[in-house]
């Protein structure tokens, strides 16, 4: 897809697919290789993602899989404010984005903290963690209207015509708003069945008749090991498999556990499309 977002009045093309790098500060996030508990530890991954060739680093300091533990809102800014630090310390240039679902935190990391990109769960308010219904403070539509920062939407609908719909509907109440840059995320893993998740799959190049970029975030996720075996410490195998579905089915990003892997999904998929 040709299409630029703009980061802090940087154009940041997806021409060519990107990959984003998952770094998180949680104890409890579903892949145990994920977590980065210690100053030293967020700086290397930090580093890591952009020396691997990822391109945007995702910093979540909440994890919402199934099971997670609720943690404040106050310690989630906490957690992000120090982790943001080190990460522009160690990579001042890089696109970042922060993956929460809470209006006031998320304008505390675009305003004060470093943060250019803002990456819902939650659909706008729909939902948090995984069966815990949400309750917070503001409107994420119009935060991110009001900063007019890169947004991506993620859709925790079943199936991708209901999906479409919503998603129909949201594009234009954020527009209204004065957002500019949105990204689409089906969500898997969000609000779906092992089934739903595989149709959804399926069907994603649907999702480019709405003419923005989509996102895929499957990494290590259960769709992948409740299907062949397995835990998220043996799934690369079939995260691998399921991005090189969503490049053929027109994804732009890539979020991701491993950047490596990832990125040379990314240059076999270009070079079948640049050969003669």
């Not at 679902?101 to 706008?124: F, K, M, T």
């Not at 729909?126 to 859709?155: A, C, D, K, W």
């Not at 090991?225 to 799934?235: A, E, I, R």
Request: net charge negative.
């Amino acid at each position: 897809m040709n299409y630029t977002i703009n980061v802090r009045g940087r154009l940041l093309s997806l021409a060519h697919p990107l990959v984003m790098g998952i770094l998180n500060v949680t104890p409890d996030s579903s892949y145990c290789g994920s977590r980065k508990q210690t100053e030293r530890e967020i700086a290397d991954r930090a580093n890591e993602i952009i020396a691997q060739g990822g391109t945007i680093i995702d910093v979540g300091a909440f994890s919402t899989r199934p099971g997670a533990q609720e943690v404040s809102e106050e310690e989630e800014a906490r957690r992000l404010k120090w982790a943001l630090g080190i990460v522009r310390r160690e990579q001042p240039d890089a696109p970042v984005s922060v993956d929460t679902y809470r209006p006031l935190v998320a304008r505390q990391c675009i305003e004060d903290w470093g943060a250019d990109i803002i990456n819902d769960v939650s659909e706008g308010g729909l939902t948090g963690i995984v069966n815990t219904p949400i309750h917070e403070t503001g409107s994420m539509f119009e935060v991110v209207g009001q900063l007019r920062v890169p947004y991506i939407l993620m859709s925790v609908k079943p199936d991708i015509t209901s999906m479409m719909q919503a998603f129909s509907r949201e594009v234009q109440q954020l527009r209204d708003l004065g957002a500019r840059d949105i990204i689409l995320d089906p969500g898997y893993g969000f609000g779906k069945t092992l089934e739903q998740n595989y149709a959804v799959l399926r069907d994603a190049d649907k999702l480019l008749a709405l003419d923005l970029p989509v996102l895929t975030g499957v990494s290590r996720k259960s769709m992948i090991f409740k299907l062949v075996g397995g835990d998220p410490t043996t799934s690369l195998n079939g995260t691998t498999a399921i991005h090189a579905i969503a490049l053929m089915k027109g994804s732009s990003i890539l979020r991701v556990h491993d950047v490596k892997e990832a990125v040379e999904c990314v240059k076999i998929y270009d070079e079948m499309l640049s050969v003669e």
